[in-house]
């Protein structure tokens, strides 16, 4: 059994430093030294999990095949790991209280009085240890929030004393912050650093390691500067700076000798990290051979975020074709018969997400019948599906009133609709929707398996019969109306094993037009990019008159 290492990381001065992207790309790099690594997001807002915030305050949900529904970050971890995480790498204040909330209601406190410490720093404790049954090398666990909110401190608690628990020979304390440069003075400032690390250190905590967040490189003489009025090694200052491409972030990680830093203060195996393939792919991506341009018709688009992973994925197909991709991103209730002919104009593909709520939702119809009816390149998914199963009910298969009955209850045809009985795999039962006030408890989450029909856009992309891919969604096609939409033309190339549930639609004679029903994006990385984001890439590529 090995004796797992634990790497914390914290962020200091304000929020958005990048905790995620220093973690995965750490992460990276200890992989490619041929380590066992794993990574566990702890957030300090009290929801119990992500599945119910607005993508516009907190970004996109990212969803594991176990069907927890986490923060965005797990994607960036899963995207530079090349892994699958689960529930167990993300945890908020909300669940950690909820668990030690239930266990007093079960008695399991025998009576006693609760309290933040010892109760809930020991239910983070145990959460962060969870990490080293699974026979890991490494651990690395971000602490979300900044130094000094009050949501963290029972969090920074918990890991203060787990290196009293752990040894320090096991633990490692790193720590990102802001350091500025100032256009007027001419020069890096060091003083938001030094305050962030006096708050650390008030509480308990000594950085091992400083990385400091910055436009340029901090020189030499500031991070001595920084090593002296922080007393941490001054080889242990370094520089995390703006990158156009965020996974060149590991090499530069790697020129400032981070990842060798780590390994000697945690005595992890001496051995140089094997960066050929993120080499290869900071090539690809800086020396494309042509370029194509897709719109992503949504509700969500004032914050990129939201279509975090989304976004990534379609970079990832860019790779695979050697085009670099420009994102177009267009409101879809600005899109209305006066307008959508002028707003998706110039496009080589249309992607129509997925999404919840009636808001914007006839615009995301009237982009499907405009990308059929152009022969555009489409990508439907989740909600992108739907809408192309109603647009196509509506205006091909004569149901001129199709609708979904989450946008219109009392419509004639509910060609999409709440479907209150399915086969989950997960408990390998039937399972029961039941519309409640525990919006989370309604969906269908995580991974289910698909049977892809030969001879199909989807076939050809897999290469194979039996897929599995991550949900996360309420409402289904109505089976009712699978005949009917098949007699005009619908292909549904895409079904789960027992044929109940309809995972994928494409049309003929055009030259690419998918639907999924589930979200491709989460399980898309740079090495290994998605099939269906590759194939569409190649369409759009075509499209632009590139072969």
Request: glycine share 8%; hydrophobic share 35%.
């Amino acid at each position: 059994m090995r004796e797992t290492k634990f790497i914390f990381i914290t962020g200091g001065v304000l929020s958005s430093l990048g905790k995620g992207m220093a973690a995965a790309s750490i992460g990276a790099l200890l992989k490619a030294r041929g380590l066992s690594v794993t990574i566990q997001k702890l957030d300090p807002y009290i929801n119990v999990d992500p599945g119910t915030m607005n993508p516009t305050q907190h970004g996109e949900v990212f969803v594991t095949d176990d069907g927890a529904e986490t923060d965005l970050d797990l994607g960036h971890y899963e995207r530079y790991l090349g892994t699958s995480l689960s529930q167990n790498n993300n945890y908020t204040s909300g669940s950690i209280y909820y668990s030690v909330i239930s266990k007093e209601r079960r008695g399991d406190y025998l009576g006693g009085t609760v309290q933040v410490i010892p109760h809930i720093t020991d239910e983070i404790k145990l959460a962060i240890c969870g990490l080293a049954e699974n026979d890991t090398d490494v651990a690395i666990i971000e602490i979300g929030g900044t130094v000094g909110d009050i949501e963290s401190q029972p969090f920074l608690e918990a890991i203060r004393q787990l290196r009293g628990d752990l040894g320090r020979e096991r633990c490692l304390f790193i720590h990102l912050t802001l350091v500025p440069y100032l256009a007027a003075a001419g020069e890096h400032k060091t003083k938001p650093t030094q305050h962030s690390v006096k708050e650390l250190r008030s509480i308990g905590i000594h950085p091992d390691i400083i990385l400091c967040r910055c436009e340029t490189p901090v020189s030499r003489e500031l991070k001595r500067k920084i090593a002296l009025f922080c007393d941490v090694d001054e080889d242990a200052v370094f520089s995390s700076v703006d990158v156009d491409h965020v996974y060149r972030l590991p090499l530069e990680f790697y020129e400032e000798g981070l990842d060798q830093k780590v390994a000697i203060m945690l005595r992890l195996p001496a051995r140089n990290a094997d960066l050929a393939n993120w080499q290869k792919l900071v090539y690809d991506l800086t020396h494309p051979e042509g370029k194509v341009t897709i719109g992503i018709v949504g509700k969500y688009v004032q914050l990129k975020e939201a279509y975090k992973s989304l976004h990534e994925a379609l970079v990832h197909g860019g790779v695979a074709n050697r085009v670099s991709v420009a994102l177009k991103y267009v409101n879809s209730e600005d899109v209305t018969p006066d307008t959508v002919q002028d707003i998706l104009s110039g496009l080589d593909g249309i992607l129509v997400p997925g999404g919840f709520g009636e808001r914007g939702v006839e615009g995301k119809i009237l982009t499907v019948q405009h990308a059929r009816e152009n022969k555009i390149p489409f990508f439907g998914i989740c909600l992108g599906l739907q809408c192309a199963v109603i647009e196509y009910a509506r205006h091909v298969a004569g149901l001129k009133q199709a609708n979904s009955e989450e946008f219109a209850p009392n419509t004639k045809h509910k060609v999409v609709y709440l479907m209150t009985e399915w086969f989950d795999p997960h408990k390998n039962a039937k399972a029961l929707r039941t519309l409640d006030s525990d919006k989370g408890g309604t969906m269908r989450l995580g991974a289910y398996p698909c049977m892809v029909k030969e001879d199909s856009l989807a076939f050809a992309a897999y290469g194979k019969k039996l897929i599995s891919e991550r949900h996360r969604h309420r409402f289904e096609v109505n089976n009712e109306y699978r005949p009917a939409l098949e007699e005009a033309g619908m292909i549904f190339s895409g079904l789960s094993p027992d044929g109940d549930l309809v995972e994928m639609v494409e049309l003929k004679d055009h030259p690419w037009f998918l639907g999924c029903q589930f979200h491709p994006e989460f399980k898309s990385n740079p090495m290994a990019p998605h099939p269906l984001f590759r194939d569409f890439i190649t369409a759009a590529k075509k499209q632009h008159g590139q072969e």
